[in-house]
């Protein structure tokens, strides 16, 4: 199976990205709706990116990336994997395939990783950034990083 991962071009391929977005964090994993979709989703520094799995010619994965051009800083989030494909290595391919997409305009790829999925992270070569340890969206998390392979 291949996750093939792009960034969103059009109106239609961001309601997708939304909706896959909807359906993780909220259907499945019971976050609050009114924090999900946020005013970050719109700025002109966000890129939003879906990843399609070939095979079932399918959207399964989405992830949002904010932007900080000054100090060419990706700050990776709301990285969502349709239930059904977690356990593929999809994830990894998601993640791995986001950075490639971003690599031209970043140096620095940074993520606010909830706790107890922070294995999954370390996997994809981030790593904590000290220990600690802060509640967001009433979850445990920790900042990871990594740099930009040259």
């Known amino acids: ?6 960034r969103v071009a ?3 391929e961001k309601k997708i990205n939304f909706e896959l977005r909807l359906q993780v964090f909220v259907e499945d994993q019971g976050y609050d709706v009114a924090e999900e979709i946020d005013e970050y989703d719109e700025k002109d520094t966000t890129l939003h990116f879906l990843g ?3 095979e079932q010619d ?7 990336v904010l932007m900080n051009p000054s100090t060419r800083t990706a700050k990776i989030g709301r990285v969502g994997l ?3 494909c977690r356990g593929k290595n999809y994830g990894v391919a998601l993640m791995h395939g986001v950075e490639q997409l971003v690599a031209d305009v970043a140096d620095t790829y940074v993520l606010s990783a909830v706790y107890h999925r922070k294995g999954f992270y370390e996997k994809c070569g981030y790593q904590c950034v000290n220990d600690e340890i802060y509640i967001e969206r009433t979850v445990d998390h920790c900042l990871m990083m990594k740099k930009r392979e040259e």
Do not use: Q
């Not at 199976?1 to 792009?6: D, F, N, Y």
């Not at 399918?58 to 949002?64: D, I, N, Q, S, T």
């Open 82 to 84: 349709l239930p059904e």
């Open 58 to 64: 399918k959207f399964v994965a989405a992830a949002r």
């Open 1 to 6: 199976m291949t996750l093939v991962v792009t």
């Open 52 to 54: 399609k799995d070939t």
């Open 10 to 12: 059009t109106a239609e």
